[in-house]
């Protein structure tokens, strides 16, 4: 059974920075292309982030240079790292691998 759970998130002012984790279990994150999405309320899910088994990354344009995607093998964690943060990114941020999705972390940036 594949379990994926998220946390790092909360309250930020605007400009501020979170590190969100996703930790799997049953399955071997380095080994599969997992990636991060956010739902605000009344909008549709957005792909944020990804990483590929590679390692390679990709981005929404509109997180590129103040989000970063990355991944510790050891702890089959996946993290992302978010400076700079706006309003806009206020959202429930979940992690996603092989169809397999996690509960959500509510990041809410204001002042």
């Known amino acids: 059974q594949v379990t994926l759970v998220e946390s790092g998130g909360g309250l930020v002012q605007p400009g501020g920075s979170l590190r969100l984790s996703c930790t799997a279990s049953?399955?071997?994150?380095?080994?599969?292309?997992m990636e991060w999405h956010r739902q605000a309320p009344g909008k549709q899910r957005e792909l944020v982030a990804l990483?590929?088994?590679?390692?390679?990354?990709n981005y929404a344009d509109s997180v590129k240079g103040r989000f970063t995607i990355f991944r510790d093998n050891a702890k089959n964690t996946v993290f992302l790292q978010m400076s700079n943060l706006k309003s806009e990114d206020t959202a429930v941020y979940h992690c996603?691998?092989?169809?397999?999705w996690g509960q959500g972390t509510q990041v809410t940036v204001s002042s």
């Open positions: 996603q691998v092989n169809n397999y």
């Open positions: 049953g399955i071997i994150l380095s080994t599969r292309a």
């Open positions: 990483i590929t088994s590679s390692g390679n990354t």
